[in-house]
């Protein structure tokens, strides 16, 4: 019979919002994540003391999954936030659980194991273009406008 070792859970916000409680394996999340429960008053993480194990993660993790996200065009869908819960996940070689799919995605292209909580997860690896909403040009790296027109852009799936 195989040796199956279990791994580490790195939790995002999105499956500590929707868990009562948490899960059996031993699990860990970053400080972000403990903030973004409390911006919006979730009393949880003050229930759960330490239970609920908070590390930071490594700046040579962090430039990994950011450059990873760069290559997925998820790069621009990521908060500060969710790129520290995929670089933890690497420092401690675990499972981020997540219902965010630019996580998950990034995860996939990166080998990191995942696991959504509430809903399905995602299916297949994406890749993501950006379009300004004005002159329609494409651009394969996010920007806060387009540099021809000023206009906003909008992330869409590569086809």
Same mark, same amino acid.
């Not at 700046?59 to 969710?82: C, F, M, N, Q, Y």
């Not at 995602?122 to 806060?144: A, L, S, V």
């Given at each position: 019979?195989?040796?199956?070792?279990?791994?580490?859970?790195?939790? !995002?916000?999105?499956?500590?919002?929707?868990?009562?409680?948490?899960?059996?394996?031993?699990?860990?999340?970053?400080?972000?994540?403990?903030?973004?429960?409390?911006?919006?008053? !979730?009393?949880?993480?003050? &229930?759960?003391?330490?239970? &609920?194990?908070?590390?930071? $993660?490594?700046?040579?993790?962090?430039?990994?999954?950011?450059?990873?996200? *760069?290559? *997925?065009?998820?790069?621009?869908? &990521?908060?500060?936030? !969710?790129? *520290?819960?995929?670089?933890?996940?690497?420092?401690?070689?675990?499972?981020? &659980?997540? !219902?965010?799919?630019?996580?998950?995605?990034?995860?996939?292209?990166?080998?990191?194991?995942?696991?959504?909580?509430?809903?399905?997860?995602?299916?297949?690896?994406?890749?993501?273009?950006?379009?300004?909403?004005? $002159?329609?040009?494409?651009?394969?790296?996010?920007?806060?406008? $387009?540099?021809?027109?000023?206009?906003?852009?909008?992330?869409?799936?590569?086809?």
């Amino acid at each position: 019979m195989p040796d199956i070792a279990i791994r580490m859970l790195v939790l !995002d916000s999105s499956a500590l919002f929707s868990m009562e409680e948490l899960p059996e394996e031993e699990s860990v999340c970053p400080p972000g994540v403990v903030k973004e429960l409390r911006r919006f008053n !979730d009393r949880r993480p003050d &229930l759960w003391g330490a239970l &609920l194990r908070v590390s930071e $993660c490594t700046a040579a993790s962090e430039a990994k999954v950011k450059e990873a996200a *760069t290559r *997925t065009g998820d790069i621009g869908r &990521l908060s500060p936030v !969710d790129i *520290t819960v995929v670089a933890l996940a690497l420092d401690v070689n675990g499972t981020v &659980l997540s !219902d965010d799919y630019s996580i998950q995605n990034v995860c996939r292209a990166m080998g990191v194991p995942y696991r959504p909580v509430g809903m399905n997860g995602i299916t297949k690896k994406e890749r993501w273009n950006y379009r300004c909403t004005g $002159c329609g040009k494409w651009f394969k790296e996010q920007m806060r406008e $387009c540099p021809i027109c000023g206009s906003p852009m909008r992330s869409h799936r590569k086809k």
